[in-house]
Nanobody, 126 residues
Framework: QVQLVESGGGLVQAGGSLRLSCAAS????????MGWFRQAPGKEREFVAA??????????SYADSAKGRFTISRDYVKNMVYLQMNSLKVDDTAVYYC?????????????????WGQGTQVTVSS
């Protein structure tokens, strides 16, 4: 069983930065496919970024909306995954969820993640 706990959300002005953290327990993050998803009010949850298991070279992928602004990374020692978000826009306002799965699969498909955190709110003001 894998437990995921997100933190780092908050209120930030447009153009600012935030770093979200996802603490994993029950399994090493290097053995998990990890992803970040978000859900804005009134919208469906959508893919943001993902990183594969370490033995697949930790391949990363990003939604078009995140490319060039967001970076996903892993800390093997702390067993955590991060989402560094720069140049934030009002449209980035959402609840951000960390997800994980021990099997290879489509990184941007939320149905292919078994474990989910409770989410952390990110609000970007204009």
């Amino acid at each position: 069983q894998v437990q995921l706990v997100e933190s780092g959300g908050g209120l930030v002005q447009a153009g600012g930065s935030l770093r979200l953290s996802c603490a994993a327990s029950g399994r090493a993050v290097t053995t998990l496919r990890m992803g970040w998803f978000r859900q804005a009010p009134g919208k469906e949850r959508e893919f943001v970024a993902a990183i594969t298991m370490s033995w697949t070279d930790g391949y990363t992928s990003y939604a078009d909306s995140a490319k060039g602004r967001f970076t996903i990374s892993r800390d093997y020692v702390k067993n955590m995954v991060y989402l560094q978000m720069n140049s934030l826009k009002v449209d980035d306002t959402a609840v951000y969820y960390c997800a994980a799965d021990p099997k290879a699969g489509r990184q941007n498909e939320q149905n292919e993640y078994t474990y989910w955190g409770q989410g952390t709110q990110v609000t970007v003001s204009s």
